[in-house]
């Protein structure tokens, strides 16, 4: 990986696009505002602004017990400019080749496709739609994502809806679905959100699912009658482990 590619990787994400507006706008800024303005919680933001550091993006210095954040413009300046340099060094190469070469559509394998990934909980109507949510916008060409419920709810769960509209995420489009064999059959990975970890919350006849393809429980409380602050920190948790789960199929690891 390039320094180029190091950089806009560490951008490519939503919050991080938000971080570099705000402090662009801003100046420098405490961590606390950071965290306040992103309605996240603190560990979130640290994993988030840790990442733009090591790229060069933020300065960072403490002052007592808090940390303060400030833009280094000389990077973006000098990764937008390689960038640019690159693309035009390609596209004057790519002038000079023989129009209609397409063996390497002949190859055989070619690009591998998206892992397919279920997310599955019981409703279908909180954390299994905001993994879906994420996994969406966040794993373009990784993943293919899905949710789904064993005993799905009449509507989504408003303060799940809530939450990730306050990181720009748009639920409105979303529906509780049954999940089937055909989804099962299909997929290379399901993801269980906490089968069994709110064992009061399971109405009668609504199981765990049993399934025949690898699978994974990330034991996460369902964020139903939760505080605001409990329903962000339960959001972010799942971000953080659809981030991972990306990275892991991103860098060959696999399941």
Known sequence: MTDIDFVFKAMGDPSRIHILRMLAENGEMCVCKITEELKMTQSSV??????LRNAGLVNARRVGQWSYYSLRGETLTNTVTAFAAELLEKLDSAKNRVAGDDSCCQADGGDEKPK?????????????????????????GVIEAESAGTAPGGELNPQAVAAMEEIGYDMSGH???????????????????GCGVNPDDIPDGAVCPVVMVPSEDWGLEDPKGKSVEKVREIRDEIRLRVERLIERFSDGSGR
């Not at 509780?176 to 959100?193: E, G, H, I, N, Y």
């Open 46 to 51: 640290s994993h988030h602004l840790s990442a």
């Open 116 to 140: 397919k990934v279920i997310f599955v909980c019981i409703h279908n109507s909180g954390r299994s739609q905001m993994a879906e949510a994420f996994a969406r916008r966040l794993g373009g």
């Open 175 to 193: 529906r509780p679905k049954m999940m089937t064999p055909a989804m099962v059959d299909a997929a290379d990975l399901v993801v269980t959100m």
